[in-house]
Every structure is written in structure tokens, then in C-alpha cells.
């Protein structure tokens, strides 16, 4: 598989742009927007209630800017089952794992979706459908 790499000839103080096929190369990937969700563990507590374990990598984490929650939800989106707030960045700590516990989820929902939230862009990134342990 070839890939394209752009360069940069500075010629008498002046750029010009071209580019170039690199065989074995990987393209350079745009900044991500969002944190992703890593792995996530879950226990249930009772029969509609679970404790998650959710680990987020946000490689961009600063003050300015960072992982500020994540939430447990329907597959769909659509129904917010539990979100955890998180008050700073883990720039220290990359990734990191954070618990979300006593999340209620309706009888017969056999999976939720866990997805993380920046802190300038809101939710996106990579999530994790979880099957629900006893359903």
C-alpha cells in the first residue's frame, strides 16, 4: 500500500509544496477532537443496577483543555442511564480509569454504550457497547 507524504523544499528563503509517495509510511492523522473510551468493566449490583469501571485515553489533556465526563447510554444515544463528571484533567495519568457506580438500566436492555466527553468539542471519540452481565 503506498501512502502520500506532503513536504517542504526551502528554496532562496521560499517554500514550495509538493508531495510525495512513501511506501510503508502511515499518514499523519489530524489532532483527535474527542477523548476515546478504552475499556470498560461492569458488574452487576442488583438485577437493574450496574457498577462500571471506564477507562478514558484524552492524549491532549491540559488544563485549557480535557476528558470531562463520560456516560453510560441506550445503544442509540438516546436514553442517559449515568454520567460521571470529571472536575480536571489526567494529563499525568493517560489513560485513566474512573468508576461510574449504581447505574439504573431498564429490564430487558441487554446492552449500553459508554462514551466519553471533551471538554471544547462534547461527546464523540471511540465508544464501547457493553453487554450487561445476567441479561
Known amino acids: 500500500m503506498m501512502l502520500r507524504r506532503t513536504w517542504l523544499l526551502r ?3 521560499m517554500g514550495l ?8 509510511r502511515r499518514a499523519q492523522a ?4 474527542f477523548p476515546d473510551v478504552v475499556n470498560v468493566r461492569i458488574r452487576a449490583r442488583g438485577a437493574d443496577t450496574f457498577d462500571l469501571d471506564v477507562t478514558v485515553s484524552s492524549p491532549y489533556d491540559s488544563a485549557q483543555r480535557y ?3 463520560f456516560r453510560a447510554t441506550s445503544e442509540d444515544g438516546a436514553q442517559v442511564y449515568g454520567v460521571r463528571a470529571l472536575l ?3 494529563a499525568g495519568e493517560q489513560p485513566f480509569t474512573r468508576d461510574l457506580y449504581g447505574v439504573q438500566v431498564p429490564a430487558g436492555v441487554r446492552r449500553i454504550r459508554v ?3 471533551d471538554k471544547t468539542h462534547g461527546w464523540g471519540g471511540n465508544t464501547r457497547l457493553v453487554e450487561l452481565p445476567g441479561r
Open 30 to 33: 489530524a489532532e483527535p477532537k
Open 17 to 24: 509544496l509538493g508531495s510525495g509517495a512513501v511506501p510503508g
Open 11 to 13: 528554496v532562496g528563503g
Open 88 to 90: 480536571h484533567d489526567h
Open 67 to 69: 476528558a470531562d465526563a
Open 115 to 117: 462514551q466519553a466527553r
